[in-house]
């Protein structure tokens, strides 16, 4: 969007389912339940629960049995105030963490899947968005510093654990995905290849109708630790553990990751069916005693909930499932680094675009602010290009107001002046520039002229918009 040149940039460094409604409300469960599975763990899935019931039926819980009980996460505690409409937003990863295998050989894992499984309590929706592993992105500085890394969203897991990013690398991923797609996230959770299989396992086994034989598929055994390749053929399929997980990790097709992410989602929906047919609902203490010790997750205290509330809050319709890169990968360009990486570019307007359409911004688009953009940086058409990126971002175009002929005297940090109530926009605006909180004004609704916008920001060489063009050197492939 911007020449690289022009904007004042931070330092980069690169890196290479009982009556009806019964059926209707186990189904659903499980189907939250396994959608955390597949990507994190069936204890990220109850601790999830728990926080949705504490929101919706604060005062209703039913308690869990035993030691369930006081797993951290399933505990009692406060519902958060004025909690009832905020969207809940978890990020989910699968590790290459191989059992057998020296630590300090292999270095930390990286992230063979990353979703953001998001929760609606108000609209009673949900959506779990994949993010390509090859997706080349910004990652915070996992030293400390102020900089940037240009690298695949892959290795912020592993990066931010060697060399000890506070939070680990768990909350380097975290503050990746935060940083680049501008959404905040609640909580993450994160699953190896044993507590995969694990499940597996438990489910004995799934079944896949394979599109195309595949051949030369890396298999690897976690009781074990060997590895080995295989072909699965074309058809119906019965895969153990161990075939699960290769066809969920082979991306060394001409679809290569976008191949991967529609794996992954065979995957989890066959697990679905098995886990309903062999009554898994009926089983959860054992499931998540089984399961709890392969997973990491920072999702905090929560009321003991009924199950209930979560057939309130999602509904198997209304359960979406998406990729950041597009259903034909029409969001990224293929490129291979001057290092020789293969990575996938964003298009970051259509990006933002699927983004805000899988996770929609409700409260922003109810408050109707109008925003007038001023170009008070000096650049070219730069209140253009600004609607234009917050447009992919889900706000409003009809509420944008461009202004790139006014005369204003140059400012070097950008301002954002609100009056009346239309802070939260105000707020959410400064997020997508990348503006500071303290840079926001407020005013009287009195105080605005007729025809004022609500928003009034004057853009200074302080906004750093998306841009991909600085990638352009790259070779396509």
């Known amino acids: ?68 009980a006081r797993l951290p996460g399933l505990d009692i505690a406060p519902a958060p105030a004025g909690a009832l409409t905020d969207r809940i937003n978890i990020l989910v990863m699968g590790v290459d963490r191989r059992p057998h295998h020296n630590p300090e050989w292999d ?46 969203v892959n290795t912020a897991y592993h990066y931010g654990a060697l060399y000890k990013y506070p939070g680990g690398g768990a909350a380097l991923a975290r503050a990746t995905v935060e940083h680049n797609f501008k959404i905040p996230i609640d909580y993450h959770a994160v699953i190896d290849w044993t507590a995969f299989a694990d499940i597996i396992d438990a489910l004995n086994g799934i079944e896949i109708i394979v599109p195309e034989t595949l051949r030369g598929v890396e298999a690897y ?44 989602q065979q995957v989890m929906q066959a697990a679905l069916e098995k886990g309903l047919a062999l009554g898994w ?27 209930t509330a979560l057939v309130k809050l999602v509904g198997p319709e209304r359960l ?55 170009n008070a940086a000096g650049w070219r058409d730069f209140a253009t290009l600004t609607a234009r990126a917050l447009a992919g971002y889900g706000v409003p175009p009809a509420y944008l107001q461009p202004t790139d002929n006014e005369r204003v005297d140059r400012r070097i940090k950008t301002t954002l002046t609100v009056y009346g109530d239309k802070d939260y926009s105000a707020q959410r605006i400064a997020m997508l520039l990348g503006v500071p909180g303290a840079q926001i004004q407020h005013k009287d609704e009195l105080l605005r002229e007729a025809g004022e916008a609500d928003i009034v920001v004057m853009l200074g060489q302080d906004v750093r918009l998306p841009d991909s063009s600085r990638y352009d050197h790259f070779s396509t492939r």
Do not use: C
């Open 107 to 152: 270095g930390p894992p990286r992230t063979d899947s990353i979703m953001i499984v998001s929760l609606d309590p108000q609209t009673k929706s949900g959506s779990v968005v994949a993010i390509p592993r090859d997706l080349y992105l910004e990652v915070p500085d996992p030293k400390g510093g102020t900089g940037i890394w240009d690298t695949r």
């Open 221 to 264: 055994g976690v009781r074990d630790g060997n590895s080995f390749p295989i072909t699965i053929a074309a058809g119906r399929q019965r895969m153990d553990s161990i075939t699960a997980l290769a066809y969920s990790r082979f991306r060394d097709d001409a679809d290569g990751d976008f191949g991967r992410v529609r794996r992954q």
């Open 320 to 374: 979406v499932m998406s990729s950041v890169a597009g259903r034909n990968g029409e969001n990224v360009t293929r490129r291979i680094t001057p290092q020789g990486e293969d990575v996938l570019v964003p298009v970051w307007e259509s990006m933002g675009r699927a983004l805000a359409e899988a996770i929609p911004d409700e409260r922003l688009e109810s408050e109707h602010a109008t925003v007038k953009l001023v």
């Open 1 to 68: 969007m911007i020449p690289t040149q022009q904007i004042a940039r931070k330092s980069r460094t690169r890196a290479s389912d009982a009556p009806r409604a019964v059926r209707h409300g186990q189904w659903l469960l499980f189907l939250i339940a396994l959608v955390l599975v597949a990507a994190g763990s069936l204890y990220a899935a109850l601790s999830t629960v728990v926080r949705v019931d504490t929101i919706l039926l604060a005062g209703s819980e039913l308690r869990l049995p035993g030691r369930l």
């Open 281 to 307: 609902l009926g089983r959860t203490p054992s499931l998540y005693a089984r399961f709890r010790g392969a997973v990491e997750s920072d999702i905090g205290l929560a009321r003991l909930p009924g199950l």
